[in-house]
């Protein structure tokens, strides 16, 4: 019997609290661009990236025991996170905070808004997904997009080169810095595809404080050198509150209220927030860092926009045709 067709669902209880949290999420998100830039002006960005991760690793380590949470027990499942940490947290933090120490808040977040895209992308070669046209078409305008930025950076800088006698070495350039975001946002979008599976059965909390508890072991090698050179007495204060700022609400925080509203609202409803982030981190560049906009990074945020719109659009289609069918059924 087919029951009279009905208006759209009502919000779920505690909706508007959940979009309150994915808002404060890319607020924090956006201005940590900033934040960070602003760190690395002063603490060298090695061990920049231990004090972060160390720091991240320990807090989340106590959130596991006093909420009572079970730690893995299994070797597998040890092995698993493992894994997962090199590409979620030591890759993925190298990679951020050596690709910002040489770019711009402006290019990074354009390249960072490419994750959805490219664990897409991995997700399909990992056979998790299949890849149709639509969902091949978001992937190829956003890359498009990032390599549209890539291209102008090394272009810019052969430009720069010809006319100076000393050359900059590329790693040291803003192209280099462009390049270390686009390997950075590869590394944690194939850490979000092989996080799939597992996080259907491990608790969501235990997954991140394990993988940033393994993941933080190689960057203390990798940082501390630099760490013991730091003279932190020097160190302003106001360094200091951008660390707490970048430690608990950047990266714990974050995490946190992701967490929140992921178990109120749909995920296409999250990866729409997306497009606020790189509106507040513009604004955060352009009226904090000085920077400034260029045709061809507005040209390269429109089309990587313009792809992850693509995706978030094919999910709702599927979303809408899954209702009509189940409302023709019943």
């Not at 060298?44 to 690793?57: I, K, Q």
């Not at 498009?144 to 052969?158: K, N, W």
């Not at 944690?188 to 597992?198: D, E, G, I, V, Y």
Request: charged share 10%.
């Amino acid at each position: 019997m087919t029951t009279p067709t009905q208006g759209p669902a009502a919000p779920p209880p505690r909706a508007g609290a959940a979009v309150a949290a994915l808002v404060a999420v890319q607020i924090l998100f956006g201005v940590h661009y900033g934040v960070a830039k602003e760190i690395m002006e002063v603490i060298p960005a090695a061990a920049w990236a231990l004090v972060r991760c160390v720091g991240a690793a320990t807090i989340l380590a106590l959130l596991v025991v006093v909420t009572r949470r079970r730690w893995p027990r299994s070797l597998a499942d040890w092995s698993i996170l493992a894994v997962l940490s090199v590409f979620g947290v030591t890759l993925n933090q190298i990679l951020f905070i050596e690709g910002l120490y040489r770019s711009t808040t402006l290019h990074s977040v354009v390249v960072m808004a490419s994750i959805p895209l490219q664990t897409l992308l991995f997700s399909a070669l990992l056979r998790q997904e299949r890849l149709t046209v639509a969902k091949l078409s978001g992937v190829v305008v956003g890359g498009i997009g990032i390599a549209y930025l890539l291209f102008g950076q090394a272009e810019s800088r052969a430009d720069d080169v010809a006319t100076t006698t000393a050359a900059q070495p590329f790693w040291d350039s803003i192209a280099g810095g462009d390049l270390l975001m686009t390997l950075n946002a590869g590394s944690f979008s194939l850490f979000l595809a092989l996080s799939k599976r597992p996080a259907r059965t491990m608790d969501p909390l235990v997954m991140t404080a394990v993988c940033f508890a393994i993941g933080a072991i190689p960057i203390v090698f990798y940082g501390y050198s630099s760490f013991v050179a730091v003279t932190w007495s020097d160190v302003p204060i106001a360094t200091y509150g951008f660390a707490t700022f970048a430690i608990l609400g950047a990266t714990v925080g974050t995490y946190l209220l992701n967490f929140y509203a992921l178990k109120r609202v749909s995920a296409s409803l999250v990866g729409i927030f997306v497009y606020l982030q790189f509106i507040i981190a513009g604004i955060v560049g352009v009226t904090w860092r000085q920077e400034s906009f260029s045709w061809r990074l507005v040209v390269a945020g429109i089309l990587v926009i313009s792809g992850l719109q693509l995706r978030l659009l094919h999910r709702d289609r599927i979303a809408r045709t899954a209702q009509a069918e189940a409302e023709r059924a019943s």
